[in-house]
């Protein structure tokens, strides 16, 4: 008689300590009663893959994967999916019956489905989109903006080529911005994102000016520690509907349960309480 084995994922980086992904799953697992733990790893860099191939001997269905290995998991998994290799990263892996490493990336799908429930009134070709930032999360973000139809996203960078590198892998509809005028291409967007770490807890602040946020536009920020940054404050003093980066924590996260639990989990109130920082 076979004893069907207790599903395992985690999630993997260094550091990973801070993670609030262990404390999401646990929360679903315990919701929908379902057999299954999820924990934390924090794994050495020359470490990395011969870990990835002992995880599924072991019971694991599947990893997150956060900084510094998003990248990384790229050259180790033996299929990547389109939108991973659009993103250019991996943050979801599912260890295949058949012994493969599948990656995908579900930031983009998580960045849009926080928008939706959010700010459910956003209509994406209402106008472009000004974004700040152009690392791992800002691809994500551009993916996900341009597939529901965004006329034009506006980049703007601290190190200019970095937002360069961005209109050259996904095309016309992005525009660069220099970072000293990013405030001045506020007044015609109907959304704004922004997608680097300023403002977050122990960070600088985002010092680009506010002053042409108008009234109605969407602001959201992936920071969401604190839960409302300075450019959400703002925002929200000007009656722009503003969206937190807590949402896009949870979302991202679900297409990763289902697969591996079994279960599409609900994303409400009683979720964002059981991982408010």
Not at 30 to 43: A, F, K, N, S, T
Not at 136 to 157: D, M
Not at 186 to 205: H, I, Q, Y
């Amino acid at each position: 008689m076979t004893v069907a084995r207790i599903p395992l994922a985690g999630v993997i980086g260094s550091p990973v300590a801070h993670s609030r992904s262990p404390l999401l799953h646990g929360h679903w697992l315990r919701r929908y009663g379902l057999p299954g733990h999820y924990i934390p790893m924090e794994i050495a860099p020359d470490r990395l893959e011969a870990a990835m191939r002992m995880l599924p001997d072991l019971g694991f269905v599947g990893v997150n994967v956060t900084i510094p290995y998003k990248e990384k998991m790229m050259e180790i998994a033996d299929l990547v999916s389109d939108r991973a290799t659009l993103i250019g990263a991996a943050n979801t892996i599912i260890f295949r019956q058949d012994g493969r490493i599948h990656a995908d990336n579900t930031d983009g799908y998580g960045f849009i489905e926080n928008l939706r429930q959010g700010a459910p009134d956003w209509d994406p070709k209402a106008g472009p989109a000004m974004l700040f930032g152009a690392g791992g999360a800002a691809r994500a973000v551009v993916a996900s903006l341009l597939e529901v139809g965004v006329p034009e996203i506006r980049v703007s960078n601290r190190t200019r080529l970095r937002a360069e590198k961005l209109r050259e892998d996904f095309g016309s509809r992005i525009t660069v911005v220099e970072w000293v005028q990013a405030g001045n291409a506020l007044e015609e967007a109907a959304l704004v994102v922004n997608s680097t770490s300023l403002g977050m807890t122990g960070k600088p602040e985002l010092r680009v000016p506010l002053d042409g946020l108008r009234s109605g536009t969407v602001v959201s920020d992936l920071v969401y520690v604190p839960l409302q940054t300075r450019l959400l404050r703002v925002a929200e003093e000007k009656g722009c509907t503003c969206v937190d980066g807590l949402g896009m924590l949870i979302h991202q996260a679900v297409p990763g349960f289902e697969r591996w639990f079994g279960q599409r989990p609900e994303v409400d109130d009683e979720t964002r309480a059981a991982v408010m920082p």
